[in-house]
T-cell receptor, first 114, second 114 residues
Framework: AQKITQTQPGMFVQEKEAVTLDCTYD???????LFWYKQPSSGEMIFLIY??????QNATEGRYSLNFQKARKSANLVISASQLGDSAMYFC???????????FGQGTELSVKP | GAGVSQSPSNKVTEKGKDVELRCDPI?????LYWYRQSLGQGLEFLIY????????KSGLPSDRFSAERTGGSVSTLTIQRTQQEDSAVYLC????????????FGPGTRLTVL
């Protein structure tokens, strides 16, 4: 069975500092995709970054990077230079090979302090 | 360049009534997903449509739930004889199609069953 685990229910970070949000996954599928989504208090799920299981390099999108360690089955999100607007829930998700449905972790609530 | 839209944004209903939730995917996206987000269960997959193929209904929690997608575009999720445990945010997502992984979410419909 596929599973995503986010062990940090809540995190605090000082504005302008970097923060790492943890995500581990479990799957027996050789092909999978890993995603991070941001959900602000407004409720919309905003796509941040994607990593394919066969990608050799870690994905980066602006201030977001995904630290992909395949052997450890981890896909941590790194946010550099945190901003107040980064305060939100962050979900790690995995795409299986059955139609692409996403399996989500429980989320991490990030609070950025001024 | 519209994103995924959902209506209504909020729905309050009485136990036992039927409700219909609507999703308009991004134009040209062939894959459409419904998810449910509740406090107790987190984010759960409900149903998936891809083109003209039979939908994957494996996530529907009971036979009170059904969904259809007309003309390969708009989708309607119907919940019959609503129960209080159906209260949740119902999220729709679309994906461009084969060879792409990223799902883009709508703003969701918050359903409250009294």
């Amino acid at each position: 069975a596929q599973k995503i685990t986010q062990t940090q229910p809540g995190m605090f970070v000082q504005e302008k500092e970097a923060v790492t949000l943890d995500c581990t996954y479990d799957t027996s599928d050789p092909s999978y995709g890993l995603f991070w989504y941001k959900q602000p208090s407004s409720g919309e799920m905003i796509f941040l970054i994607y990593q394919g299981s066969y990608d050799q390099q870690n994905a980066t999108e602006g201030r977001y990077s995904l630290n992909f360690q395949k052997a450890r089955k981890s896909a941590n999100l790194v946010i550099s230079a945190s901003q107040l607007g980064d305060s939100a829930m962050y979900f790690c998700a995995m795409r299986g090979n059955q139609g692409g449905k996403l399996i989500f972790g429980q989320g991490t609530e990030l609070s950025v302090k001024p | 360049g519209a994103g995924v839209s959902q209506s209504p944004s909020n729905k309050v209903t009485e136990k036992g009534k039927d409700v219909e939730l609507r999703c308009d995917p991004i134009s040209g996206h062939t894959a459409l997903y419904w998810y449910r987000q509740s406090l107790g269960q987190g984010l759960e997959f409900l149903i998936y449509f891809q083109g003209n193929s039979a939908p994957d209904k494996s996530g529907l929690p009971s036979d009170r739930f059904s969904a259809e997608r007309t003309g390969g575009s708009v989708s309607t999720l119907t919940i019959q004889r609503t129960q209080q445990e159906d209260s949740a945010v119902y999220l729709c997502a679309s994906r461009q199609g084969a060879g792409t992984d990223t799902q883009y979410f709508g703003p969701g419909t918050r359903l409250t069953v009294l």
